[in-house]
């Protein structure tokens, strides 16, 4: 019976210890080989720290803001503006609660184009999972959208049947109409969650896409990757992004097409009154969204152009973090009754406080031949 001979292996094996750094070269040459080359810089403004701690003093500003903010909402709005109160206050809450999630509760230090990054806020603190505080972040950002639409919504209506003239038939419409809305916001992460890739999984395609990454970052105990196929859930972000802007782009089409029938009908002073708050509504959330337009223009243009730069990923967070404070700053100086209540919280003035009530009075006329 011949004996089988076995002949030591021409390759050596590799040791565990060795084998990542091993794989991290290669795929550093292979990355090199395609004339990829990445150059992550995490100095200034790209560093954690400096992130994190302009996140934390933006907090400090915002939530004193926010917290006005909704107190004038539900204690200071006229009763002639009840109509658009609570449409007003469900896009204050969603805006202000994504300010903080960012500022505060999540810190995403994102980089972008691959979805990865690390939580650095509170709830890392209190043992999160990373993945959990994504789902909060990007429910927060999708609800803040859909409130938005939700208030303009509530505006369509208003010039189409006037505040109080619905009926249970067109009460019943709107609010299944804004209840699929709500939870399109939640069902679009299902398919993200289903494909959540695991740890090594992550690290070998972060490190894959970036080898230039430094190991104190996909080696972080709280790093993460989204999705391992980019183009799947930019196309999803993407897809949810114009759904809810085509609907929003027609509600304020809409609405400004029945401002002009209406006011056709009505005097010249009314019709001025009329467009006047007309235009704040429009502007109240106008000039945030623009805040919030260029860094989801930003975010896009990574995955299209393959752009790598922390300090710009940064900026997008704290722009999108700005969103809600310009909302409430705007809503509190186009609204007269606002900026007549803050008027009282200033120092005192004996002067400034009569102005505030005989304007608090002239206001409440305006809106009783507006609305």
Not at 83 to 99: A, I, N, P, R, Y
């Amino acid at each position: 019976m011949s004996q089988i001979q076995s002949y030591p292996s021409t390759r050596e094996s590799v040791p565990p210890e060795r084998a990542k750094p091993q794989l991290q070269f290669s795929l550093l040459l292979a990355y090199a080989h395609n004339n990829n080359m990445c150059d992550f810089n995490d100095s200034g403004l790209a560093s954690q720290q400096v992130f994190s701690m302009i996140l934390h003093l933006m907090t400090a500003i915002e939530v004193p803001i926010h917290l006005f903010g909704g107190y004038v909402i539900l204690f200071k709005t006229p009763v002639k503006m009840t109509s658009v109160k609570w449409s007003m206050f469900v896009l204050h809450f969603w805006s202000s609660l994504l300010d903080i999630t960012i500022c505060f509760l999540v810190i995403p230090y994102t980089i972008f184009p691959v979805p990865c990054g690390i939580p650095l806020g509170i709830l890392s603190l209190l043992g999160v999972h990373p993945m959990i505080q994504g789902f909060i972040l990007v429910i927060c950002g999708s609800l803040t959208g859909i409130s938005i639409l939700a208030f303009f919504e509530n505006r369509c209506n208003s010039m189409k049947y006037g505040p109080y003239a619905q009926t249970k038939l067109t009460r019943g419409i709107r609010y299944t109409y804004l209840s699929v809305n709500y939870l399109l916001a939640f069902a679009y992460m299902i398919p993200i969650y289903l494909q959540l890739p695991g740890k090594a999984e992550s690290e070998n395609y972060a490190l894959e896409n970036f080898p230039c990454l430094p190991s104190k970052i996909y080696r972080h105990s709280n790093f993460f990757v989204a999705s391992t196929n980019i183009p799947f859930i930019f196309s999803l972000v993407g897809s949810l992004t114009v759904l809810v802007t085509a609907q929003i782009l027609y509600h304020v089409i809409y609405s400004v097409i029945a401002l002009r029938n209406r006011t056709k009908k009505l005097s010249r002073v009314t019709s001025t009154l009329q467009k006047k708050f007309s235009n704040a509504l429009y502007a109240q959330v106008a000039i945030p969204m623009i805040v919030y337009l260029f860094p989801m223009v930003y975010v896009f243009s990574t995955w299209t152009f393959d752009i790598l730069s922390q300090t710009c990923n940064n900026l997008v967070f704290i722009c999108i973090a700005l969103h809600g404070l310009f909302s409430t700053i705007t809503m509190i100086g186009v609204h007269k009754p606002y900026r007549e209540t803050l008027k009282l919280f200033l120092p005192k003035c004996e002067r400034l406080r009569k102005r505030s009530k005989v304007s608090g009075a002239r206001v409440d006329l305006q809106l009783s031949a507006i609305l």
